[in-house]
């Protein structure tokens, strides 16, 4: 009865973790993409499956009992492709997100769908404005062309091309609130762009916003494919593995 876990996250590598201990038979697969990942325990495979149809074929070639979807929340495509993969091959499928973050007393958030829509939230601000974008290597190429100064934080170098002045700092959470409130005022940030990944590893930015009155471009999550089981922590992952039986 071997569990698929799609991760490349904490609560990905938390699962595989417990589910071990547990006496499952467990393999954990990453994306690939950074270049000295976190690695779970036990099995592991890294890079795409080639889409629904190769994750389909993985499912039945491998005998998976069950996926757990622990991937990131903005991993939109992998999402949509487990769960058709799982729809056609009637594998039991549960999404394991992390509970999303909302706005406390004294927070500025303004809302917005996806990263150029926060791009276009930036673009008529002044030139002289200090924006920290914390959203990924991914589609930063949104903010090229803006005249705004950026510090742009990120696990690997941003992909594509980049606003004139960027600075880029290579960085992996956790991160604490001491260490946000003292980048926050080196570099003297007017803005956060962030998308709302949820969790506490990164949250501390958020606190530190708020403390300096600064308004947050909120991305949105994107949603989920219609009808998958959802869970927002790894304990209720284990008790639904429990109740399908796996052993
Ligand atoms: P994505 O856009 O949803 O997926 C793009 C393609 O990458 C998928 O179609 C799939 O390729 C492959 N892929 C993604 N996750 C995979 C996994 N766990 N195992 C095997 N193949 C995977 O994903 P993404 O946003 O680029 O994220 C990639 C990985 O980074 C995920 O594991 C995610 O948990 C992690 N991550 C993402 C973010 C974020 O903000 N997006 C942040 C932190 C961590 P095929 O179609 O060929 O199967």
């Known amino acids: 009865m071997k569990v698929l876990i799609l991760g490349g996250t904490g609560e990905g590598r938390l699962l595989a973790s417990e589910l071990m201990t547990g006496g499952l038979s467990v393999v954990s697969s990453l994306a690939g993409r950074v270049s000295s990942p976190r690695l ?125 002045h960027c600075e880029i700092l290579l960085d992996r959470g956790p991160f604490t609130l001491e260490g946000e409130r003292r980048l926050f005022a080196a570099k003297d940030v007017h803005k956060l762009v962030t998308k709302n990944s949820g969790g506490p590893m990164t949250a501390a930015k958020l606190t530190a916003a708020r403390e300096r009155g600064i308004e947050v471009i909120m991305v949105q999550r994107p949603a989920l494919p219609e009808s998958v089981e959802t869970v927002d922590d790894v304990g209720a992952a284990v008790a639904w593995l429990a109740r399908l039986g796996a052993n």
Not at 87 to 95: A, D, G, K, N, Q
């Open 40 to 164: 779970p325990v036990g099995d592991l495979r890294v890079g795409g499956f080639g889409g629904a149809a190769g994750l389909a074929e993985y499912l039945r070639t491998e005998g998976i009992f069950a996926v757990v979807d622990a991937t990131h929340p903005f991993a939109e495509r992998i999402t949509a492709n487990a769960a058709a993969a799982c729809r056609t091959t009637e594998t039991p499928l549960l999404v394991l997100h992390r509970p999303a973050w909302h706005p406390a007393p004294g927070d500025n958030w303004t809302l917005t769908p996806d990263i150029p829509a926060a791009a276009a939230q930036i673009a008529p601000l002044p030139p002289h404005t200090n924006v920290l974008v914390t959203t990924g290597r991914q589609e930063t190429s949104a903010f090229a062309g803006l005249p705004q100064r950026f510090i742009m934080r990120a696990v690997e170098r941003p992909d594509g091309e980049l606003p004139d």
